[in-house]
């Protein structure tokens, strides 16, 4: 059930509406089902109802006019709320709505359990799927009524009506979720031939701008330089910066001039102080160096973001809220730098995710310092020509989209969890999609059948459980020639294999050849040991008796450390 609560000062209009059953289609039988004191004159059951309607308006605003002789009364006096039940709810009866109305006026303050001296209301029902109820906001004691916060104490008795009369239950949210555009935008937005109003594609225009910076000087720098948006920078009276206003030059007012929103009007994280802070846990960009190359900011990327589900796994809950939103970030980026085919689908899974980013936990942005840097090496490089590299983050990605949701629903967010499942949705697609040359491609380079068989050997002492499903999936191939180049640029395929197998465990994966041929191509891509590293190595496992040698770890400081898996959830 959904409540909608608005606020008048014309009692006889309100009523007027309510039983009009000639210019409203829906009004079908307009009748009252509950009232204040339940003797309510009802226009709706009588044949005079010219007569019932002037009588019902006058009872109702008896304690306005009182209060009104005396200068107490409320400007607007008129209380409005609707309540709507779900297209697949059960027709209820006049006596069930009429339990609804009084416990929502008892809970808001309208009209209190046990008070004597409540506001005057009544509920009318003039459709089977919803009812109205029209109060006056004067109690009998000529004081106003208190009834702050009302939406959200009638939306919390309506969760429990749900639940107590068996209706379909309404995914409800933390009030962290941006504002939605209004009716008038978009109307506006569809008479201009826009697909979306402009706060929404503002708000996706300045996501990604904060994504791709690294000060707040470069993300109004990026924004100046985006063609069609306006930005415009709010100062104090002493100079300092207060704030930004953001606007799109196809939307502007009768007099031509800039429709501006403010960053939290966008968005509740998109507020300056929120950005900045944002923007201060993020470390400065290295310059390159002639002749020298740093790690591949996609590799950074995908090892933070494999990382995720055991962060979320982690009691710091604050620490868990800054993953999400960093890697909402990375997701705000991706459409930067995928080729075009795929941008569509990623821009739906960034928009989409990004309601999963916020929640009332407070983020503390430090803690995904990794991934932020990680992200803005990716946008400062050439695009990748090689698909691979945007495949295996996408596959790290889908797993951290499940964590994301399994995280949200052990905190009853119940609006992150279903923004989480329709992410995955567009994030398999785009994987689906950007996989598929890649793989093809590397199964073309599959190693003679005695290496094959040399590397099963190897598969079933690293992942006897999912050996034989690795063994007959189709990107088995892809495997063995992963595994192929690997052995041939130096690495040692038996621990690479156990490694990788390690990082994280493949209950969760419908085709894990895949994955783990995406975590062989990453990890091999980093410098392979010395054979005086090896040598070293096996000396120590040869001492160490009974114990379990260590997995292969490169000498690199991006190595990502093994995760946990979650066993539940599945994917591809």
């Not at 009866?93 to 416990?103: K, M, P, Q």
């Not at 689908?345 to 310092?369: C, G, V, W, Y």
């Not at 983050?393 to 609006?415: E, K, N, S």
């Not at 999609?433 to 199964?443: F, G, N, R, Y």
Request: include cysteine; proline fraction near 6%; charged fraction near 25%.
């Amino acid at each position: 059930m959904i409540a909608k609560i608005s606020g008048g000062k014309d009692t006889a209009g309100l009523i007027r509406y309510l039983f009009d059953a000639k210019k409203a289609k829906d009004h079908t039988d307009p009748h009252l089902v509950a009232s204040w004191d339940g003797f309510a004159p009802d226009p709706g059951r009588t044949d005079d109802f010219d007569a019932a309607k002037r009588l019902l308006v006058a009872d109702l605003d008896l304690h306005v006019k009182q209060a009104r002789r005396l200068g107490r009364a409320p400007e607007k006096h008129v209380w409005h709320c609707s309540v709507r039940a779900a297209e697949t709810d059960r027709r209820l009866s006049d006596e069930e709505w009429a339990g609804i109305a009084r416990r929502i006026v008892a809970v808001t303050g309208i009209a209190p359990d046990g008070d004597p001296d409540g506001c005057r209301w009544v509920a009318v029902r003039h459709a089977s799927d919803h009812i109205h109820i029209a109060a006056t906001k004067v109690r009998a004691d000529l004081r106003a009524a208190r009834h702050w916060n009302d939406y959200l104490t009638a939306d919390r008795e309506l969760a429990a009506i749900e639940k107590e009369y068996g209706l379909f239950q309404v995914v409800r949210g933390d009030r962290t979720a941006a504002k939605r555009p209004t009716r008038a935008e978009q109307e506006k937005a569809r008479r201009a031939g826009h697909d979306k109003p402009a706060r929404e594609r503002l708000r996706a225009t300045v996501r990604t701008a904060v994504a791709a910076a690294t000060s707040t000087e470069e993300f109004i720098h990026f924004l100046n330089y985006t063609d069609g948006v306006l930005v415009e920078v709010v100062y104090f009276p002493s100079g300092d910066v207060r704030g930004y206003k953001f606007a799109s030059e196809d939307t502007t007012t009768a007099s031509k001039e800039p429709v501006w929103f403010s960053g939290s009007e966008l968005a509740p994280d998109l507020s300056f102080p929120k950005i900045q802070e944002r923007l201060e846990n993020i470390d400065p960009q290295p310059a390159n160096q002639p002749g020298r190359r740093g790690p591949n900011p996609w590799h950074q990327a995908t090892a933070a973001a494999e990382r995720i589900p055991h962060r979320l796994d982690q009691p710091d809950e604050a620490a868990s809220q800054a993953h999400l939103a960093a890697f909402g970030e990375a997701l705000d980026a991706l459409p930067l730098l995928a080729p075009g085919p795929l941008r569509h689908q990623l821009r739906e899974a960034a928009t989409t995710f990004e309601r999963a980013t916020r929640s009332r936990i407070r983020a503390e942005h430090h803690h995904a310092r990794v991934l932020r840097n990680a992200v803005r090496a990716m946008v400062r490089e050439a695009a990748p020509r090689d698909g691979a590299v945007l495949a295996m983050f996408l596959d790290a990605a889908i797993l951290a989209v499940i964590a994301a949701a399994r995280w949200h629903q052990l905190h009853h967010h119940d609006q992150q969890v279903a923004a989480s499942q329709q992410t995955l949705l567009h994030l398999q697609a785009a994987y689906d999609q950007a996989a598929a040359t890649p793989l093809t491609a590397l199964a073309q380079r599959r190693p003679p059948q005695q290496t094959v068989d040399r590397y099963i050997r190897h598969l079933r002492q690293a992942a006897p459980e999912h050996a034989e499903q690795i063994i007959e999936d189709p990107a088995f191939d892809a495997l063995t020639a992963a595994l192929a180049e690997a052995e041939t640029a130096g690495h040692d395929p038996e621990q690479l294999l156990q490694q990788a197998a390690d990082q994280r465990a493949l209950d969760d994966a419908c085709r894990p050849a895949r994955v783990l041929s995406w975590r062989i191509q990453r990890l091999s891509a980093r410098r392979a040991p010395s054979t005086r590293a090896r040598a070293a190595q096996a000396r120590s496992t040869t001492r160490a008796g009974s114990v379990a040698p260590r997995p292969y770890a490169p000498d690199h400081t991006t190595t990502a450390a093994p995760v946990q898996a979650q066993p539940q959830a599945r994917r591809r």
